[in-house]
């Protein structure tokens, strides 16, 4: 079977207003470039989308990861939709492009990435995974949740083509090193250091060797890109992506989006600088209000072949009105605390803020106690 590649590759270039949500016009110019990417035959097909201020772009394609043809117009087509934010005035128009010239490979330019490479199966159900107000720590608990937690799926119990567990591949994003760890056998030290989100981030997760799909071949992904290490100051967050694939060997559907019933607090919320809980909208709820939040995640169903058969808004179902409804709660009880923690990020997360700033003009007022 001929392998597929989806890449989701995203970027903050306007917002409108403030940090709030992705103008309209963006929209089009984005689907304009990408279908001159489907006439000169580097990509199959395209969606674009947004959650709060940032743009997505969901591209498929038969090129593999890290190629040059497809982060290449990626690039041309933030660019292009630069100019129309730049026009507009929109806020912070062109906020994570980074870099002036593209050389290659669009990582380590600002945009987020996350692709994968996979044999085709009979039928393959993808979802992709889209926040805004928050870093890629965010998609530990739940990425764990749906590949190692029974209590969330049952497939990892009662289906045997799961029942071995997966392989986590997780990134220090510090120290630029990475480990590989299998669950169940390895769950405690897993989480030891996942639970440490923002530090050790679930980059990729792998099936067993010896199950129903190829070993090498990664079933999940998550962007990882730090803006704040490319841009050496606070320029925004980077809101992060996740592509996700379903079913026959690998978790359900709705095992996929069953943590996300749990609005878990991550940080990211206000200047980057605030805890909040994670609440699951809908595309047309992904606009970032209160307090430019709470931190959001909307989900794009996707059925994967030469198309992109989808997107259907997997968060619009009054279902997680429940989660949402928490969230609100939260969002109430995070917000009472105002500029104390742990509303507001500890003193090590502020670092690359413009809390440092405020704290440098007090430094010599201290004196001495004996
Ligand atoms: P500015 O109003 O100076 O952009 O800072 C606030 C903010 O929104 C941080 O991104
Ligand atoms: P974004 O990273 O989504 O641009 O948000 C910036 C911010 O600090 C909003 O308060
Ligand atoms: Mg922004
Ligand atoms: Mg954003």
New binding site residues.
Partial sequence: MAKITVSLIKA?VG?YPG?ASVHESLIKKAEEILSQGVETEVIRDFRVLAT???LELIMNHNRGTDNEEVHSLAWKCFEAVTDVAKELKLY?AG?DLLKDAFSGNIKGMGPGVAELEFTERESDPLVAFMM??TEPGAFNLPIYRIFADPFNTAGLVIDPSIHDGFVFEVWDIYEHKRVFMNTPEETYDLLALIGAKSRYVIKRIFPKKGSKLPADEAVAVVSTEKLYQIAGEYV??D?PVALVRAQSGLPALGEVLEPFAFPHLVSGW???SHNGPLMPVSFKDARCTRF?GPPRVAAAGFQISEKLVGPSDLFDDPIWDYTRRKAQKVTEYMRRHGPFEPHRLPMEDMEYTTLPKVLKELSDRFEKVE
């Fill in positions: 903050d917002g940090h709060g201020d940032d912070g906020q805004d107000k925004g967050k809101d206000m200047r980057g430019d």
